[in-house]
């Protein structure tokens, strides 16, 4: 069958299954009590995971799907920074005790927009309330075209042993398509500076799909962002939602590459990442240099999957502080209020900020373990996983029955137990993933989702 006609029968808009299940089964039924409740009863011996999420930005890149806003004042950006100083104080007291945390992660928006006396401030409370783990991570979003020289050595005082450097692509009619200016020198120099503090972990983003690119632009991008020499690289299709954020109605849907289009450009990129960088592909859209602990993880099935894409952080629970912030507990799911102004409303008051969530049934975990590792890449055994949970595999073995096409079309191997995607198949593992999916069939006919490819 002809990319093309793959596309056209699985590409779809499919969530990417950061969590499950996913953000929009979130409601009102979940609220700060029970937050407040999850938080108490989170067991003792639990290692812990922290996202802090910082809504501001220098500039409004216009594909941008985060939840950010651009602040150019630093009277509401130290605001924040006390809110979130606060929040974390509220939640380490209902945790009622110095929980271990093996990784901490900064996003955003572009969490350097905080004045760097705040970012020390905030990670030393961190470290004052929670035991942080020698080795633990503490990763942090940057955009190397704004990296004052107090941020950049706030970064030591905070401890920062991981940083994800945004690039996107390189090429100018794209940037200047796309409302981002950077060059490669500037990104570079960025990366130089990093590495002279002793950050040796590097994590770049890269995107497809975005206004004039095509496939020789992507690989020149690819290309030249090999010489940055990043241990993992993140490589996004970009997701075109202007019913969800405004701002992307700037761009030009004319310029946009169709879908055949967007997959010969992904495709092209793993090419020059795997074949010219030595990089290996991790799920459906990470490459990692052999060596590195996600390719490791890879390649022993203990790779997982949260709201930051693929990782290797076990922890049983994380911690979401900030405006919009996700976190995922043994019980459910919550998130923070999205606007800056609800979420300090709250947190002012001395109220926890959750403005929805889901409490997770025991089939929501059965479906949740078996989409984890479908997107993980991983051989899944639909028998032993419905086992491991104590329940049966009935269910899953039905939802199995759409896999046959998958089959029929090269992309999947399905033995009636166990289920792996072929390479030919990694483009469509949210596809397969979406079987297992008791949700999605609920969904109206609102396009909620990207693209799948
Ligand atoms: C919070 S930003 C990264 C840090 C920093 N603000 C920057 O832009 O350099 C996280 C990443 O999300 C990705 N991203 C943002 N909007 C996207 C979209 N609409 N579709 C796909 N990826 C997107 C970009 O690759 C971006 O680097
Ligand atoms: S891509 Fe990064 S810098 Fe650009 S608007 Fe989004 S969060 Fe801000």
């Known amino acids: 069958m002809t990319h093309a006609a793959l596309i056209a029968r699985y590409d779809g808009r499919i969530p990417r299954y950061t969590s499950y299940p996913t953000a929009p089964h979130f409601s009102t039924a979940v609220g700060p009590q029970e937050y407040a409740a999850w938080l108490?009863?989170?067991p003792d011996d639990a290692t812990l995971s922290l996202y802090l999420h910082v809504p501001f930005c220098d500039r409004l890149c216009l594909y941008c799907g985060c939840n950010t806003t651009v602040v150019r004042h630093e009277?509401?950006?130290?605001?924040?920074?006390?809110?979130?100083?606060?929040?974390?104080?509220?939640?380490?007291s209902l945790i009622g005790r110095r929980a271990a945390v093996g990784h901490v992660h900064w996003g955003g928006?572009?969490?350097?927009?905080?004045?760097?006396?705040?970012?020390?401030?905030?990670?030393?409370?961190?470290?004052?309330?929670?035991?942080l783990r020698a080795g633990a991570e503490v990763a942090?979003?940057?955009?190397?075209?704004v990296l004052p020289a107090d941020r950049l050595e706030a970064l030591s005082g905070m401890?920062?042993?991981?940083?994800?450097?945004?690039?996107?692509?390189?090429?100018?009619?794209?940037?200047?398509?796309?409302?981002?200016?950077?060059?490669?020198?500037?990104?570079?120099?960025?990366?130089?500076?990093?590495?002279?503090?002793?950050?040796?972990?590097?994590?770049?983003?890269?995107?497809?799909?975005?206004?004039?690119?095509?496939?020789?632009?992507?690989?020149?991008?690819?290309?030249?962002?090999?010489g940055l020499g990043a241990d993992?690289?993140?490589?996004?299709?970009?997701?075109?939602?202007?019913?969800?954020?405004?701002?992307?109605?700037?761009?030009?849907?004319?310029?946009?590459?169709?879908?055949?289009?967007?997959?010969?450009?992904?495709?092209?990129?793993?090419?020059?990442?795997?074949?010219?960088?030595?990089?290996?592909?991790i799920g459906l859209d990470?490459?990692?240099?052999?060596?590195?602990?996600?390719?490791?993880?890879?390649?022993?099935?203990?790779?997982?999957?949260?709201?930051?894409?693929?990782t290797t952080d076990t922890a049983p629970a994380l911690i979401g502080l900030g405006a919009s912030s996700i976190g995922g507990l043994p019980q459910g799911y919550v998130q923070n209020a999205t606007g800056v102004p609800a979420y300090s409303a709250a947190i002012g008051k001395g109220v926890l900020a959750t403005a929805r969530g889901i409490a997770v049934t025991e089939e929501d975990k059965l479906r949740r373990a078996v989409i984890e590792r479908i997107m993980c890449g991983d051989e899944t055994d639909l028998v032993a996983i419905a086992e491991a949970h104590g329940m049966d595999a009935g269910g899953l073995l039905a939802a199995a029955a759409g896999l046959d096409r998958f089959v029929a079309d090269g992309l999947v191997v399905w033995d009636g137990q166990r289920v792996k995607m072929t390479d030919a198949g990694r483009p469509f593992t949210r596809s397969a993933a979406a079987l297992f999916d008791a949700y999605l069939k609920r969904d109206d006919a609102k396009p909620r989702h990207a693209q799948a490819v």
């Not at 928006?109 to 905080?114: D, H, I, K, M």
């Not at 006396?117 to 004052?128: A, F, G, H, P, Q």
Request: net charge neutral; aromatic share 6%; proline share 6%.
């Open 40 to 42: 108490q009863a989170l």
């Open 140 to 145: 942090i979003e940057i955009d190397p075209t």
């Open 286 to 310: 990470h490459y990692a240099k052999p060596d590195d602990a996600l390719a490791q993880a890879s390649a022993t099935a203990g790779l997982k999957r949260n709201f930051q894409g693929y």
């Open 232 to 281: 993992r690289v993140a490589v996004f299709g970009y997701a075109h939602v202007p019913w969800m954020k405004r701002h992307q109605s700037l761009i030009d849907e004319a310029a946009l590459p169709g879908p055949l289009a967007r997959f010969e450009q992904s495709r092209m990129i793993a090419r020059v990442l795997e074949e010219a960088g030595g990089y290996v592909p």
């Open 159 to 226: 401890g920062i042993t991981r940083v994800s450097l945004g690039v996107q692509d390189l090429e100018p009619d794209v940037q200047q398509a796309i409302g981002r200016k950077q060059s490669y020198a500037m990104t570079e120099d960025c990366a130089t500076k990093l590495r002279g503090m002793g950050i040796t972990s590097l994590n770049l983003d890269l995107i497809y799909g975005l206004p004039f690119q095509t496939v020789d632009s992507v690989a020149r991008t690819a290309r030249r962002a090999l």
């Open 109 to 131: 928006g572009t969490p350097t927009t905080l004045p760097a006396d705040c970012l020390v401030s905030i990670m030393n409370t961190v470290r004052e309330l929670f035991d």
């Open 75 to 92: 009277a509401p950006r130290r605001a924040y920074a006390a809110m979130l100083e606060r929040e974390i104080r509220m939640v380490a």
